[in-house]
Structure formats: C-alpha cells, structure tokens
C-alpha cells in the first residue's frame, strides 16, 4: 500500500470564482485513480475517479463532444 499524499490543483483556467474543482493527478501511476475534490470544502469527500476514464472525460470535454450546459 503507498502512502503517497495528493498533490492537489486547480485549473489554471480557473477564473477563482469558487465553482472550482481540484485534481490530483500524482496518483494515476500508483494507485490508477485520479482524486478530484470541491476547492470550496478542501477537507470534504473525495472522488476517486479511475484514470482512463478521468481521460475519457476530459479528452470529451476539449473535443466539444459534451455539448454545451
């Protein structure tokens, strides 16, 4: 088991307007997981989203695949 720590970030696209998420992508190689959290609530739940779909995701998102909200 590692005790390696995440090394959160955020966007740099991040305009710092609070609806921001964190990501910690020191855990791919490791544990295979891509640990994403609220900015807002550091301390809050963790979502341990498997790596090839966190790439999934944002290979959709930069493609223009998700539509628009």
């Known amino acids: ?21 964190e990501v910690a992508g020191n855990l791919v ?3 295979g997981v891509v640990p ?17 779909a966190f790439l999934s995701f944002v290979t959709s998102v930069k493609a223009g695949d998700l539509g628009s909200i």
């Open 29 to 31: 190689a490791s544990r």
């Open 1 to 21: 088991m590692t005790t390696e720590s995440p090394r959160w970030f955020t966007s740099s696209y991040s305009n710092n307007g609070g609806a921001c998420i």
């Open 36 to 52: 994403v959290r609220d900015s807002k609530v550091p301390s809050g739940p963790v979502l341990d989203i498997p790596a090839d």
